[in-house]
């Protein structure tokens, strides 16, 4: 068994290397490959090693395993054997026609060699033929190319001879391109010949010319000739190798001059659109004539620079230059109608002729980027449009809250002028920014180029614009109120014409506008930049947002509580300059008695009146409940005056009195304080109320400063007890007021050098006295 095995792996050891050798493209290098790594896998490559792969096969398999690779490797073995003799046949066959193709050539390739000898033969044969054609026929043939060049040069010679009274035909019929085609054709041959021969013909063919040349220059300088002859014209004499730099210069003045005329059509045009205000009288056929006739002129004008470029292709820089010109003066233009107060749709008229001008160039002179050019002039007018607006609303504000001022002025006063301006300025704040939005909302809608780019930019530009709107507003107001002013201007304000009087209700017209601002006019708007207005972000995250609204609802808040106080302290002032002429002119320790109420007494009721009826056509009215004195959380009767008074009335002993006072300053230890001020309501009611508490309370430090005699006493108790009743009537907290004007009584009771009061019956007739002259006044002047 084992010397059958020996034979065997010889055998399939060789049958592998004749494999190996027949279809390995290298076996010399297959065969040097190392073997270092062997896997099942290996048995067909050429660095197999048997012994390896047994251990290998020994270690990772079973014995049935063993057995099954055995069976499946006698199988391939048999495989390869029947490989092996099919090649062996296939090879033998084609071996076998390989020889008997060989054989073949053989018996052909015998007579060839005789073959090529005769055809050799043949071909010297006729070439030596050709040759004796060909000689034969030399002197024939150079004749007729000789006669050939003869007619070709006397054609050439008839042309130069006609030349001249061709050009003269050209020149009657004005066909120059023919003539310069002409004459560039016979330049060759007055070159060589002109000097001998053609000299005649080169004269008059240059006399021509110089007249062609002439009428040329003349169709280019000639502004009734269109720019295409005049373009064809340049081109000509650039054939004719003149100089064309003087007429490139004046094209290009032409073309500037053009452009001139180009501007002024499109400033009649935005002179056109702002003028027509009655579209339906005008019609529509009439309204597109001006832009139709701006568009043509535009197609000449780049139809012209298409030319013009075509002619010099060195003059883009001064084309570009052109046209962005061009465009700069119609944004220049229309920067001017915005200045004019124009509307929206006015300006999207503009607007859109400047766009056709913008893509009709680009189409000839694309370099130019004029769409880039025109979207920065745009961005720049259509930003001042936005700030133009927002400046005549403001502007609109302004006079509406001036304007019942200056009518006064000129003596044509309303009947309730701070009403008329109160609505008239709610009117110009609400619908005036309705109508902007409206305006800003036409912009955003439009579908042309310019705008569509400027979307965000507007949508920010609108926000931004009424933050700042709101912001100037308030410094307006503060500017109309003179909040910049010192006191003593106020006062002298007040005082005077009726102008400076305006100027105190014109402060209460600004609180109560700030409140419907602030209230109305704020939420509406910002409803309305939400719905149609919302977007941008261009400005940056990092700028915050563009409008805040509660920022400006807390600046008119705060300028509403301003302006409310201002216009009570003003009102004040001015009483409290009427009250110290009352205390500081007499000498109250020489006073008479008491004959009647003070005039002072009246005049602080005027001017009380008077601020009555500013507040009722401005602020609305309260609740109508009156704080009487059981209502105060103080005292329910004055901590001096009650017992002072009733005792003083009774008793006519200055012992007795001075006694009644010392106990009033006792009591006053042990009686609540009365709150006086409280805050300030925008209602009429409020704001009277706490100017007379002011008023009254500079009364008791005027009285606190003077010293007075018995008959000032009675005299001060005397107006006093006259102002209790029409003072109650016009306030809401009557138990103050009683309050205030008791302590004004007490201070000039502690002031008194003989503190004895006016007996009950004398002080009431002096009051009814008074108050029938009043009745008969009041009746006379009715």
């Known amino acids: 068994m084992a010397a059958d095995d020996i034979p065997l792996d010889d055998k399939a050891k060789r049958m592998r290397d004749l494999l190996s050798s027949f279809y390995a493209p290298d076996p010399s290098t297959a065969s040097n490959t190392s073997s270092k790594y062997v896997s099942l896998d290996a048995i067909n490559t050429t660095s197999f090693d048997a012994d390896q792969y047994m251990n290998l096969l020994a270690q990772k398999s079973n014995l049935e395993g063993l057995l099954q690779r055995h069976v499946e490797m006698a199988a391939e073995i048999k495989n390869l054997d029947t490989d092996l003799q099919m090649l062996v046949y296939e090879n033998y066959n084609k071996f076998i026609s390989a020889t008997e193709t060989i054989k073949r050539m053989k018996n052909n390739i015998v007579g060839m060699e005789a073959n090529m000898e005769q055809l050799l033969k043949k071909i010297m044969s006729v070439q030596s033929r050709s040759d004796g054609v060909n000689t034969s026929l030399f002197e024939k043939r150079e004749h007729i190319e000789k006669l050939h060049r003869t007619r070709n040069l006397l054609r050439k010679v008839q042309f130069i001879y006609d030349l001249p009274t061709r050009l003269g035909k050209c020149i009657k019929s004005e066909a120059y391109a023919d003539a310069v085609r002409f004459y560039t054709g016979a330049m060759p041959i007055f070159e060589a010949y002109g000097d001998s021969s053609f000299q005649d013909c080169k004269r008059a063919s240059e006399e021509a010319m110089s007249i062609i040349i002439k009428n040329l220059q003349e169709k280019v300088c000639l502004d009734s000739e269109s720019v295409q002859v005049r373009a064809e014209a340049v081109v000509l004499l650039k054939q004719l190798n003149f100089q064309v730099d003087s007429l490139k210069a004046k094209l290009l003045e032409t073309l500037e001059k053009y452009l001139i005329t180009l501007q002024l059509n499109s400033r009649a045009i935005s002179t056109t659109s702002l003028d027509s205000d009655e579209p339906s009288k005008q019609g529509s ?98 930003k001042q449009y936005v700030a133009s607006t927002f400046s005549n609303l403001l502007l609109n504000v302004s006079d509406a809250l001036t304007k019942v001022q200056t009518k006064q002025k000129e003596g044509a006063g309303e009947e309730h002028p701070l009403q008329v301006s109160l609505e008239g300025s709610k009117k110009a704040v609400i619908q005036g920014s309705m109508a902007i939005l409206l305006d800003f909302r036409q912009l955003l809608d439009d579908n042309l180029g310019l705008l569509v780019k400027l979307r965000d930019f507007i949508i920010d530009w609108v926000q931004e614009g009424f933050q700042d709107f709101f912001g100037s507003l308030n410094d307006q107001f503060l500017s109309l109120s003179g909040k910049n002013h010192s006191i003593s201007e106020h006062q002298g304000l007040t005082e005077g014409t009726q102008g400076e009087k305006f100027l105190a209700g014109l402060v209460l017209v600004l609180a109560q506008l700030s409140v419907f601002i602030e209230q109305s006019a704020i939420p509406r708007i910002t409803e309305e930049i939400a719905a149609s207005f919302s977007g941008g972000g261009v400005r940056g995250y990092e700028n915050g947002p563009a409008f805040v609204p509660g920022e400006i609802c807390r600046i008119f808040r705060s300028a509403g509580e301003k302006f409310l106080h201002l216009y009570i302290n003003m009102r004040t002032q001015k009483i409290s ?70 005792d003083k009335i009774t008793r006519s002993n200055t012992q007795r009195a001075r006694s009644q006072l010392l106990e009033s300053h006792l009591a006053k230890l042990f009686k609540q304080k009365m709150e006086i001020f409280t805050k300030v309501e925008y209602t009429q009611e409020s704001v009277v109320t706490t100017v007379v508490k002011l008023c009254l309370k500079s009364l008791h430090e005027f009285v606190r400063l003077q010293t007075f005699n018995r008959s000032g006493l009675q005299q001060i108790q005397l107006d006093i007890q006259f102002l209790r009743v029409p003072l109650k009537e016009i306030v809401e907290d009557e138990a103050a007021i009683d309050f205030l004007l008791d302590e004004v009584i007490v201070s000039a009771a502690e002031r008194c050098l003989d503190p004895i009061p006016l007996e009950p019956p004398i002080l009431d007739k002096l009051i009814q006295a008074k108050l029938a002259k009043t009745k008969e006044q009041t009746a006379v002047s009715s």
Do not use: C
């Open 285 to 382: 056929s009439s309204d597109a004539l001006p832009g139709t006739a701006h568009e043509a002129s535009t197609r000449e004008f780049v139809e012209a620079v298409h030319a013009y470029r075509l002619i010099f292709p060195d003059s883009e820089d001064q084309l570009i230059k052109l046209a962005q010109d061009l465009v700069t003066k119609h944004f220049e233009s229309t920067q001017q109608q915005i200045r004019k107060q124009i509307s929206s749709s006015d300006l999207l008229g503009i607007l859109r002729v400047i766009w056709t001008d913008v893509l009709l160039m680009e189409e000839v002179l694309p370099e130019a980027a004029l769409s880039d050019f025109s979207l920065e002039a745009a961005h720049v007018a259509v």
């Open 577 to 646: 300059v009427l009250l110290r002429k009352r205390f500081t002119t007499p000498n109250w320790v020489k006073h008479k008695e008491p004959r009647e109420v003070h005039m002072f007494v009246d005049l602080f009721l005027q001017e009380l009146e008077a601020i009555r009826t500013e507040v009722k056509q401005i602020l609305p009215q309260g609740l109508h409940r009156k704080h009487h004195r059981t209502d105060s959380n103080g005292s329910t009767t004055s901590s001096r005056s009650n017992p002072l008074r009733d």
